[in-house]
C-alpha cells in the first residue's frame, strides 16, 4: 500500500478510537456506517452480513462459509449482497493494537442507482449465481471518500446533504472494481439470481415460520431442486440450514438482551421441540441457551 493508503487508514484508526476506548459495537449518526473495536481476539462466532462494504483497517479477522475458510486484513475490503449468516473470528487484535473495523450497509436499489446514473453498465442477461460474498483489493481509491465519509461525522449540520453524495462515491469505485460484475448480477429483473434474494429476504422475514420448499419454489418460479441448488450457491446453506441460523441468532439475541426462559425462546423463533431447539443452539454457540445467558455478554452481531 502507498504512503496516502497509510495515511488515511492511520487517521480512520485515530478517529474510530476518539468515539470508543471500550470493546464493541461502535454505531454512528450515519444510519448505515458503523464500527468495531476489540481488544483481543475471539473464539468463532455467528455474524449475519448484510448487504455491506466491510473493511478491517487495523488486526485481522477469519471466516467460515460452508467448508470454505477466508480470511481478509487491511489490504482486502469485504462485499456482502445478501444477509449471509457466517461464522468469524478476530484472529489479530491486543490491547496495544486492538481490532478495529468499519462497516457501511447499502440496498440493491442504491447500487442500482449509482450503475444507471454514473456508469451506464448494462446488466448480463441470465447471470449465474455464484457466492452472495466477495473481496476486492483496498486502494486509496476507495479509503479516500471513506475517510471523508467519517470527517463528516465532527460537522453533523453537514451530513443530511453531503453523506449520501460520499456514500454514491464509495460504491462507485468498488463497482467498478471487482463488485461491479459481482453485483450486477443481482440487479437482473427475473433473473434466478434476483429470485433467489427474494427468496432470501423472505425467510429472513418470516423465519419463525415452518418452510413449504414445494411452494416456496413455486411462489419464486422455480422447481424445487433449482432452489436449493442455486441458493446453496448464494450463501453456502440449504433454505433449510439459512433459516435456522437465523433462527438461532436471533434466539441468541433474545438471551442476551431479555429476561426469557429458554423454552420461551425457543417458541418465540419457531421451534416446536424446546429440547431441539437446546441441542441445535448448543451446537452452533458451544453452550447450551440457560448456560449461555449466564456467561456471554458481549454481543457480535455488529462484528464488520
Known amino acids: 500500500m502507498d504512503a496516502l493508503f497509510e495515511a488515511y487508514r492511520a487517521e480512520l484508526i485515530k478517529r474510530i478510537e476518539a468515539k470508543r476506548e471500550e470493546d464493541g459495537a461502535i454505531k454512528t449518526v450515519i444510519p448505515s456506517l458503523s464500527f468495531y473495536r476489540s481488544s483481543s481476539t475471539t473464539e468463532f462466532a455467528t455474524v449475519i452480513y448484510e448487504p455491506s462494504l466491510c473493511l478491517v483497517l487495523q488486526g485481522s479477522k477469519a471466516l467460515i462459509l460452508g467448508d470454505e475458510n477466508?480470511?481478509?486484513?487491511?489490504?482486502?475490503?469485504l462485499l456482502a449482497s445478501v444477509h449471509m449468516p457466517t461464522r468469524v473470528r478476530i484472529m489479530e487484535a491486543s490491547n496495544e493494537k486492538p481490532y478495529i473495523s468499519l462497516k457501511l450497509t447499502f440496498t440493491m436499489e442504491d447500487i442500482f442507482e449509482v450503475m444507471?446514473?454514473?456508469?451506464?453498465?448494462?446488466?448480463?442477461?441470465?447471470?449465474t449465481p455464484e457466492l452472495g460474498l466477495c473481496f476486492g483489493d483496498m486502494s486509496?481509491?476507495?479509503i479516500d471518500p471513506i475517510t471523508r465519509l467519517v470527517r463528516l461525522l465532527d460537522?453533523?449540520?453537514?451530513?443530511k446533504f453531503m453523506a449520501p453524495m460520499i456514500i454514491k462515491e464509495i460504491l462507485y469505485h468498488v463497482i467498478n472494481d471487482k463488485g461491479g460484475n459481482f453485483l450486477r448480477k443481482y440487479l437482473m429483473d427475473g433473473s434466478i439470481v434476483q429470485q433467489i434474494v427474494k427468496v432470501i429476504s423472505k425467510i429472513k422475514q418470516d423465519f419463525a415460520e415452518n418452510i413449504n420448499m414445494k411452494e416456496l419454489a413455486k411462489a419464486y418460479g422455480m422447481s424445487e431442486s433449482s432452489l436449493y441448488h442455486n441458493f446453496k450457491k448464494v450463501t453456502m446453506l440449504s433454505p433449510l440450514q439459512f433459516q435456522k441460523t437465523l433462527r438461532l441468532e436471533e434466539a441468541r439475541r433474545i438471551l442476551l438482551t431479555q429476561d426469557l426462559e429458554a423454552t420461551e425462546v425457543a417458541f418465540a423463533v419457531g421451534y416446536e421441540s424446546p429440547s431441539q431447539f437446546s441441542r441445535e443452539y448448543a451446537r452452533m454457540f458451544g453452550l447450551p441457551p440457560k448456560t449461555y445467558a449466564k456467561t456471554i455478554h458481549e454481543d457480535t452481531e455488529d462484528i464488520a
Open 70 to 77: 477466508y480470511s481478509y486484513d487491511p489490504s482486502r475490503y
Open 116 to 127: 444507471k446514473e454514473a456508469l451506464n453498465k448494462s446488466l448480463t442477461p441470465n447471470p
Open 140 to 142: 486509496t481509491q476507495v
Open 155 to 159: 460537522t453533523p449540520n453537514n451530513i
